[in-house]
């Protein structure tokens, strides 16, 4: 995963094989889980929210 930004991450993880070990950092998961399913597939907003939670903005809704 050298060079890939946090949306990239995030659907590695979530399309990875049932049995695979891949993990992400928890800040990631966060962050995204707390965007809507649609979000998700968004790029920008992906890598937005997880840049927001590193920076101390992340808010529950």
Known sequence: MKGADAFDMWWYWAEKPHESMLT????LHDAVMALSPDERRDRAKVNEAVRR???GEFRME
């Open 24 to 27: 992400i950092p928890a800040e």
């Open 53 to 55: 939670y590193r920076n």
